[in-house]
């Protein structure tokens, strides 16, 4: 619970990160099996969101660091209205690390449960 409840916390905050920082949207966080459970199919197709999760992730972070570029700039040029804007992408970029990292650890978790499950 203490993993969900995380993860909508930090996305909500990206949300409004979001918003004040850019036009970048970072994916939903695909759904991991319950590894005790699933099938092997299941766990592919699991491994197939993790992975198009995180490739989405990147193109965000790449969106993000355009505009962390371009709002960096303007800070230097003396644009106070840029600096929360600047600090709310730098967080959403920082923020999308740290789900990306959270979702492998649960997909980790997925995997173990299913082994355990599922000896060969």
Not at 13 to 28: F, I, M, N, R, V
Not at 34 to 58: C, I, L, P, R, Y
Not at 68 to 91: D, H, Q
């Given at each position: ?88 992408a730098t967080e959403g970029y920082n923020q ?25």
């Amino acid at each position: 619970m203490k993993i969900i409840t995380t993860s909508i916390t930090l996305l909500l905050a990206l949300s409004a990160g979001q918003a004040l920082a850019s036009d970048c949207e970072l994916p939903a966080m695909p759904t991991i099996p319950d590894g005790s459970k699933a099938t092997m199919e299941e766990m592919v197709n699991g491994q197939k969101g993790v992975k198009a999760f995180q490739a989405s992730a990147e193109e965000y972070r790449a969106c993000q660091d355009s505009n962390m570029a371009r709002l960096k700039a303007s800070v230097e040029e003396g644009n106070p209205g840029a600096a929360p804007k600047y600090e709310a992408a730098t967080e959403g970029y920082n923020q999308s690390v740290a789900l990306e990292e959270e979702l492998a650890e649960q997909f980790n978790q997925a995997i173990r449960a299913y082994k355990a499950a599922n000896p060969s």
